[in-house]
């Protein structure tokens, strides 16, 4: 894969003011959507060699670097399962919650981010003339760690994924729901 698409991605990212919302890249099953298990991966240039880095949930930690973007530079993944029909899937997520409390306020917070994000990545001609083409974002999809179950009628939860409907009123709410530990991530909850 071309490091390219990655960068310029990833520097839509860097642009923003996003202090939760990324744009992170996985590597996944075609049939299941499940994780496509690395087995090593390498980034390439006409002159180096170097080691990607990964994470177990098949997500590629690629570095936001200019060079690798001049000498365009080519992403090699090799999966464990050399049969799996594996492809790159970009998420729009937040996954990096420390210190956060988890209040339908850090949620409209985190919501407004990724609605944001979305919008900046989609570029001027989508999201300004175009806008009827955006998805529609009626909230944030969190997975926790275990089963939930909220009494709240704008939160709806099938296990351990609870789908959050975001509402302006969000935003001074400060009571806590759960504990943020518990949060594995969130991600937008789209609904056209």
């Known amino acids: ?9 990833l520097k839509v990212v860097n642009k923003g003011d996003f202090q939760y919302a990324r744009v992170n890249f996985y590597i996944s099953d075609i049939g299941t959507n499940e994780a496509c298990a690395i087995k090593s991966g390498t980034i390439l240039t006409e002159n180096n060699e170097y080691p990607l880095n990964y994470t177990e949930q098949a997500q590629l930690l690629l570095p936001f670097d200019k060079q690798l973007d001049t000498d365009k530079a080519v ?4 999966p464990q399962n050399p049969v799996h029909d594996c492809q790159l899937k ?9 210190g956060l409390s988890f209040t339908k306020q850090s949620l409209f917070t985190i919501h407004t981010e990724l609605d944001e994000l979305l919008a900046d990545l989609s570029g001027f001609f989508v999201s300004k003339l175009m ?6 974002q009626k909230g944030v999809v969190v997975t926790f760690k275990k089963p ?8 709806e939860c099938k296990k ?3 789908y959050f409907a975001v509402a302006d009123n969000w935003q001074d709410d400060t009571k806590e729901l759960a504990d943020i530990a518990d949060v594995i ?3 937008p909850w789209i609904t056209k």
């Open 185 to 187: 991530k969130v991600t």
């Open 148 to 155: 939930m179950h909220f009494d709240d009628e704008s939160i």
């Open 75 to 78: 992403i090699v993944v090799q």
């Open 160 to 162: 351990s994924v609870c």
């Open 131 to 136: 806008w009827f083409l955006l998805p529609e």
């Open 1 to 9: 894969m071309s490091y390219d698409g990655f960068y310029d991605r």
């Open 90 to 98: 970009l998420q729009i997520e937040a996954n990096e919650l420390e």
